[in-house]
Nanobody
Framework: QVQLVESGGGLVQPGGSLRLSCVAS????????MDWYRQAPGKERDFVARIRSDGSTNYADSVKGRFTASRDSAKNAAFLQMNSLKPEDTAVYYC???????????WGQGTQVTVSS
């Protein structure tokens, strides 16, 4: 059974930081790219960041320079360090494990991030 469990969300003031975690089980973690998406109320789910199995990364323009994706294969975990948070970063954040070669894609349950004073 595949599980992706996110944690680390919460309420933070503008300018603050949070670190999201996504722990995977039931998959061969090293062959999956780990993506982060977010969905604000009334909006579509948008891409935030990707970290591939080789450690290369991509980011949405809106978070470049503020967010950093990382992964720890020993822990089957992916992380999203979010700095200089803005109110517009408020959303439910989801991790996604994607393998093109295996044709598989799995979602976590999401974690709420609220940026407000």
């Amino acid at each position: 059974q595949v599980q992706l469990v996110e944690s680390g969300g919460g309420l933070v003031q503008p300018g603050g930081s949070l670190r999201l975690s996504c722990v995977a089980s039931g998959i061969t973690f090293r062959v999956y790219a780990m993506d982060w998406y977010r969905q604000a109320p009334g909006k579509e789910r948008d891409f935030v960041a990707r970290i591939r199995s080789d450690g290369s990364t991509n980011y949405a323009d809106s978070v470049k320079g503020r967010f950093t994706a990382s992964r720890d294969s020993a822990k089957n975990a992916a992380f999203l360090q979010m700095n200089s948070l803005k109110p517009e970063d408020t959303a439910v954040y989801y991790c996604n494990a994607a393998s093109v070669s295996l044709g598989r894609n799995f979602w976590g349950q999401g974690t709420q991030v609220t940026v407000s004073s």
